[in-house]
């Protein structure tokens, strides 16, 4: 990673198990100007058993009576199609990236010489595959959902007791309702993350809208993650909780506007600024006409742009001096 915030478009489980939609995840992806594309790789099998209840926001999206098993599975992506989205992924110029949710993809995501490693929220209480990851030595990314700060550290000992060090993780601060209500955002335990545990810091937005992932970014957010879609009335589980194409483009151009206008915090005028000076500030000036031999007074001089003259700050050195000459009104004063 940069020093600019790192732009994930979270496609996920978008392209509902269709690999050509998946395909045109990659295009408004790579359109809008994200860094990474990311998807999802899993086994459903080896992830839900079947007496796992879906999320009630996935009781909503999609079929109430089917379970969260079957609607996973729905949703897998197989080891063929990974090879050609990667292969896409670099034709359109974008980094592919995928969230491994049980070791056996984990374990082919290896095999994939990705530069970068996502663990999700729900592993993060998830030992062996915590272990696993570790391993791998190379970038992780914890996102926290659900977690408080207890969890998040037991996570980090697990992974740098394993040979990962602290500077290649980034902990997400995040929310894991979808949509999240902006009253749950808390976005400053992004900021309680970044002083417990000295990591960066970035934040993954289940929100409606983009104004919360901006705000991460103005506080300090070296990574941004957020879910996009085709067409927010797809069926299946996440699409309503996604940007449209149109407003992924848009978060991704706030937030590069957002990174030019944080700066080096050093307050001085900036180079578009610096011409204004003469034109906005003040010199003292001729409030009427001033004959030569006359003392400067309140009486005879005022303040008024522009700032060709003495500036109004030294209107005690003024004030009370014989005029060497004569001034008409409005002249800049000098002595």
């Given amino acids: 990673m940069n020093t600019k915030t790192t732009i994930i478009a979270e496609a996920g489980v978008n392209h509902n198990g269709v690999i050509e939609k998946a395909f045109q995840l990659i295009d408004v992806a790579s359109e809008a100007g994200a860094d990474y594309v990311k998807f999802q790789t899993f086994n459903s099998e080896k992830l839900s058993s079947k007496?796992?209840?879906?999320?009630?926001?996935?009781?909503?999206?999609?079929?109430?009576?089917?379970?969260q098993l079957d609607m996973l599975k729905k949703l897998e992506l197989s080891k063929e199609a990974h090879y050609k989205l990667?292969?896409?992924?670099?034709?359109?110029?974008?980094?592919?990236?995928?969230?491994?949710f049980d070791l056996e993809s984990l374990d082919f995501l290896k095999t994939l010489d990705l530069d970068l490693f996502k663990i999700p929220s729900g592993e993060i209480t998830n030992y062996p595959y915590l272990?696993?990851?570790?391993?791998?030595?190379?970038?992780?990314?914890?996102?926290?959902?659900?977690?408080?700060?207890?969890?998040?550290?037991?996570a980090?000992?697990?992974?740098?007791?394993?040979?990962l060090v602290r500077s290649d993780i980034t902990v997400l601060h995040c929310n894991t309702e979808y949509p999240t209500p902006f009253e749950d955002v808390n976005l400053r335990a992004m900021l309680s993350?970044?002083?417990?545990?000295g990591t960066k810091i970035g934040y993954s937005d289940h929100t409606s809208g983009i104004e919360i992932s901006i705000a991460a970014v103005a506080l300090g957010a070296t990574v941004i993650e957020k879910h996009f879609t085709l067409d927010k009335n797809l069926p299946g589980p996440d699409h309503k909780a996604s940007l449209d194409p149109g407003e992924l483009t848009r978060l991704i151009e706030s937030i590069r506007n957002v990174?030019?206008?944080?700066?080096?915090?050093?307050?001085?005028?900036?180079?578009?600024?610096?011409?204004n000076i003469p034109i906005v500030r003040k010199s003292i000036i001729a409030l009427r006409d001033i004959r030569a031999g006359e003392i400067f007074s309140e009486e005879n001089c005022t303040v008024k742009r522009p700032a060709e003259g003495i500036s109004p700050m030294r209107w005690n050195d003024v004030m009370g001096r014989t005029a060497n000459k004569a001034f008409k009104m409005d002249d800049i004063i000098e002595i």
């Fill in 51 to 67: 007496i796992a209840k879906k999320a009630a926001y996935q009781k909503v999206t999609t079929d109430s009576e089917e379970s």
């Fill in 131 to 154: 272990k696993m990851i570790s391993t791998f030595k190379k970038e992780i990314i914890l996102s926290t959902g659900m977690a408080n700060l207890s969890d998040i550290e037991q």
């Fill in 193 to 197: 993350i970044r002083d417990a545990f």
């Fill in 156 to 163: 980090l000992d697990v992974l740098t007791s394993n040979g």
């Fill in 259 to 275: 990174e030019l206008s944080l700066g080096d915090g050093i307050k001085r005028p900036s180079k578009s600024e610096v011409k």
């Fill in 86 to 100: 990667i292969d896409y992924a670099k034709q359109k110029k974008i980094k592919f990236l995928s969230t491994a």
